[in-house]
């Protein structure tokens, strides 16, 4: 007899800045494991090559699409063409995010608007275009927080506080969405090397050393490093698990 217990195969998921790092490794981790999968990110170039890569090397369909989710235009399109190409939408990956690093002090409105509305209004906006067709069937929606989530940053304060109102949103649409069959969980990732791991080893000065010097694993995650936690919260296997926050980071936020 099979296990289906971790099975995604079929199912359409949504990835979010799905076109490098954390957002590709989850999207190719989904894609391998049957998924069907949009990749939806700014750069609307990288995601086209990562949709065509995924769909040669895996047995999943794939789809591109050039957005911004901070717009609200786009954002909608982005449901209304996945339900177009695909006739549903099961698993809503919010993983696009960016880092503005600047001190509290000298941050612009400007800037605090722009991180928050990427990190954490998009979550918001795009959770609530997709409720109505994740409810028909055992919708799964997974943030991707931080360890910023959890400790403060002076160097990244709105970057902080939009991943800190990750974890939140992701409770209460988890208490809200709980009965209509739709579980709600975050990701916490570590220090993953990507290119907003890169940029921050180059802005944060000494970052290299103080991760490997605090990280009990003692080395940066990868993006590949995610794949078990996003199947996981992707499949049955977690149909009883809402309003988490899994923190996926060698046990930075533990030691
Ligand atoms: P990355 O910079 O490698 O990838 C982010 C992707 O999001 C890029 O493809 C980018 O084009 C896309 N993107 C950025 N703004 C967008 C927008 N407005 N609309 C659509 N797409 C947009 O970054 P990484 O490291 O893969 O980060 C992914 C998520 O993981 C982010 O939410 C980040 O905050 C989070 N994270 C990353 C950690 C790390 O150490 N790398 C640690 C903890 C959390």
Redesign the pocket.
């Known amino acids: 007899m099979e296990s289906t217990l971790f099975d995604v195969s079929g199912r359409v998921a949504v990835v979010?800045?799905g076109?490098?790092?954390?957002?590709l490794g989850i999207a190719t981790a989904l894609a391998t494991a049957g998924a069907n999968v949009v990749i939806?990110?700014?750069?609307g170039d990288?995601a086209q090559a990562v949709a065509e890569k995924l769909a040669a090397d895996t047995s999943a369909e794939t789809m591109a699409l050039a957005?911004?989710?901070?717009s609200t235009e786009q954002a909608e399109g982005l449901i209304t063409k996945t339900l177009e190409r695909f006739g549903r939408l099961d698993i809503l990956v919010n993983?696009?995010?960016?880092?503005i690093h600047c001190r509290p002090e000298e941050m612009t409105m400007e800037q605090w608007d722009l991180n928050v509305s990427?990190?954490l209004r998009?979550v918001f906006h795009l959770s609530k275009l997709a409720y109505e067709h994740l409810r028909d069937g055992g919708g799964k929606i997974i943030n991707?927080?931080?360890?910023y989530s959890i400790f403060g940053a002076g160097e990244v304060p709105a970057?902080a506080a939009s991943?800190g109102g990750v974890v939140q949103l992701t409770k209460s649409l988890a208490v809200a969405w709980a009965e209509q069959g739709i579980q709600v969980n975050a990701i916490?990732?570590?220090?993953?090397n990507?290119?907003?791991?890169a940029q921050?080893r180059r802005e944060m000065e000494g970052l290299n050393e103080r991760v490997l010097a605090r990280t009990p694993a003692a080395r940066w995650g990868e993006?590949e490093d995610l794949a078990g936690v996003a199947i996981f919260l992707a499949s049955a296997a977690s149909n009883f698990i809402t309003g988490v926050s899994i923190p996926v980071d060698g046990g930075y936020s533990v030691a």
Do not use: Q
């Not at 957005?67 to 901070?70: A, G, L, P």
């Open positions: 979010t800045g076109a490098s790092g954390i957002g939806a990110d700014l750069n990288a957005i911004d989710v901070t993983n696009a995010g960016i880092g990427v990190n998009s991707i927080g931080s360890m970057y991943k916490l990732p570590g220090w993953i990507t290119g907003l791991g921050g993006p």
